[in-house]
């Protein structure tokens, strides 16, 4: 399961963002207030104070108001970001992704772009269920902290995402478990075997490799082909020889030893 980030932690994260800047492309806005003209300081101020009453939905409003009335002035690229991070506060992660996508599109090369890229991939990752369920929105996840590891390794955020990314790579090893251990019972040990093949070869750093290790033992041994048995717990003991895992896999191997002792002597 994910770990969420507290909000204290997010409002932390929160850039100083470029005031000095060029103007922005205008969008066509979504908002629930109704249009009535301001200038821009007093759209922004009331944003703000909006955002530190923790009204987010109507913070998002009023900086979403900032880029419909003043596309073009130095406050709406600001105001972009600052109207995401609301949403995100506000836990509308839908449209925190849009605002800052948008922001994005608009503003690739843009100082705060790595903010924007961490407010994508956590919107998403805020967003991942238990592994019973689907996990198109943990892939979602992986993807989005990638992104921004791969584009900006060494910014501030990019060492939260890391550990996000662990967290998420876990997880969708669990999901894999889950549908292996639900084909094993059922018998049909090739669909089990492929689930815990793929924890082992692209999850090799989670917690669930040692359990895959031994259900690839137990799912090999009862498709008849005891040297694949061996050797997945042969390597459950080189790596994880204390757990109770590689404990089970050996008892398995040894009450199999003579099927184990043929298929050497036919190999050989």
Aim: glycine share 6%; charged share 25%; aromatic share 12%.
């Amino acid at each position: 399961m994910r770990t969420p980030m507290p909000r204290v932690f997010a409002l932390a994260l929160l850039p100083v963002l470029a005031f000095s800047t060029a103007g922005c492309a205008k969008k066509s806005a979504r908002s629930d207030l109704p249009y009535v003209a301001r200038d821009v300081g007093t759209l922004y101020s009331a944003g703000k104070q909006k955002l530190d009453q923790h009204q987010y939905k109507l913070a998002a409003a009023l900086f979403d108001e900032v880029e419909r009335q003043h596309p073009y002035s130095v406050w709406a690229r600001r105001a972009q970001l600052m109207g995401a991070f609301s949403y995100y506060l506000n836990r509308d992660y839908t449209e925190s992704i849009a605002s800052a996508q948008r922001f994005l599109a608009v503003h690739p090369g843009n100082r705060d772009a790595a903010y924007a890229y961490y407010l994508v991939g956590i919107s998403y990752y805020e967003q991942i269920q238990d592994v019973t369920r689907d996990q198109k929105i943990t892939q979602q996840a992986l993807d989005s902290l990638g992104e921004l590891t791969r584009r900006y390794p060494t910014s501030r955020y990019a060492s939260d995402a890391r550990l996000k990314m662990d967290l998420v790579r876990d997880h969708l090893a669990g999901k894999e478990m889950e549908i292996g251990r639900f084909y094993e019972t059922r018998g049909q040990w090739l669909a089990a075997v492929t689930r815990f093949r793929t924890v082992v070869d692209q999850y090799q750093m989670t917690t669930h490799v040692p359990e895959a290790l031994m259900r690839l033992t137990e799912a090999y041994l009862a498709l008849g082909v005891p040297l694949e048995a061996q050797k997945s717990a042969a390597v459950l003991g080189a790596n994880y020889p204390g757990t109770d895992w590689y404990k089970h896999a050996y008892e398995l191997v040894e009450d199999n030893k003579d099927k184990v002792a043929k298929a050497n002597t036919s190999a050989g």
